[in-house]
């Protein structure tokens, strides 16, 4: 169980990715091109998400949360993240953005529904299942209280957009056409049926149930970020292009060098060491 595992370190998630990442020009492209998304900023360590939140905290804030960091709730929290990213960890499916950039290669139109890719959807709620779980984790009180502080980190804010555009509206763009709020609720039924069953035998029945319970807050900022991401995918699909100009030519599959780049692709390891971090600096600078 995920609970009793050796915990990835926080200051190595921070502190592995660098400017010139595929992961890093990936989250800039995508936060750019979408609106509601913060001004996106690289930083290595808790210190740096703390000057993102307030520049003027002070040393003492950063000794607390450099401290907070290293909880196991936290801990967990940046597993979970970095476990969405690894099929062989077994909550993800699908690794990367690999899937993703699929959909620029065939030849043809293809349907882009939850029926159309019945494992791409369950992989979807699988994740959503991990947002909630890390919100858990990072934010102890009340479901609406947890999801409402998730929001209002830029951190919080660019998971779900990243969720929104990559794993939602870029797979399932037909779907999307009906409306956030019905594809949120065909996101939450697989939530509790296939992907519950995956997240259960890797996390076990407490986390399931616990991430099951918090779906229904995170309505309103899911639903949000999706409509972020419908309005924008012009714009986010032209600026991933650019990252793999050689897999665009290929006629039906990403292949050769950058399929290994976007299978080793720790979006989401990334993602949720910000969250953790400024989840962090957030209650630092409230104690």
Same mark, same amino acid.
């Given at each position: 169980m995920a609970?009793? @595992?050796?915990?990835?370190? =926080?200051?190595? +998630? =921070?502190?592995e990715t660098g400017e010139q990442d595929f992961t890093v020009k #990936?989250?800039?492209t995508l936060f750019t091109a979408a609106p509601g998304g913060p001004?996106? #900023?690289?930083?290595k360590d808790v210190a740096g998400a703390l000057a993102r939140l307030d520049p003027a905290a002070s040393a003492e804030a950063v000794a607390r949360a450099t401290a907070m960091a290293g909880e196991a709730d936290v801990e967990r929290a940046v597993w979970v993240g970095d476990a969405l990213d690894r099929a062989d960890m077994g909550l993800a499916a699908l690794a990367g953005l690999k899937n993703v950039f699929s959909l620029f290669m065939g030849s043809g139109r293809k349907a882009r529904t939850f029926e159309s890719d019945t494992e791409q959807a369950a992989d979807a709620a699988v994740k959503l299942l991990g947002v909630a779980y890390m919100g858990a984790k990072l934010f102890?009180?009340?479901p609406q209280e947890c999801a409402t502080r998730f929001a209002a980190l830029p951190a919080g804010r660019e998971m779900l957009l990243y969720y929104a555009a990559a794993e939602v509206a870029l797979p399932f763009a037909d779907n999307l #056409?009906?409306?956030?709020?019905? #594809?949120?609720?065909? %996101?939450t039924g697989l939530a509790s049926g296939e992907g519950s069953s995956r997240f259960r035998k890797v996390m076990? /029945?407490? @986390? @399931?149930? %616990?991430?099951?319970r918090l779906l229904d807050a995170f309505r309103g900022p899911v639903e949000q970020h999706?409509?972020?991401?419908? /309005?924008s995918m012009g714009p986010i699909t032209q600026g991933l292009r650019a990252f793999v100009p050689a897999a665009i030519g290929a006629a039906d599959s990403v292949t050769g060098v950058a399929a290994g780049t976007l299978d080793a692709l720790p979006v989401w390891r990334f993602l949720?060491?910000? %969250?953790?971090?400024? +989840?962090?600096?957030q209650r630092a600078l409230t104690t």
């Open positions: 609970d009793n @595992a050796r915990m990835p370190i =926080l200051a190595d +998630a =921070l502190a #990936v989250c800039r001004p996106f #900023v690289l930083y102890p009180g009340t #056409v009906q409306g956030s709020g019905a #594809v949120f609720g065909r %996101l076990g /029945s407490d @986390a @399931a149930g %616990l991430s099951g999706l409509d972020f991401a419908r /309005s949720s060491a910000r %969250l953790a971090a400024e +989840a962090c600096a």
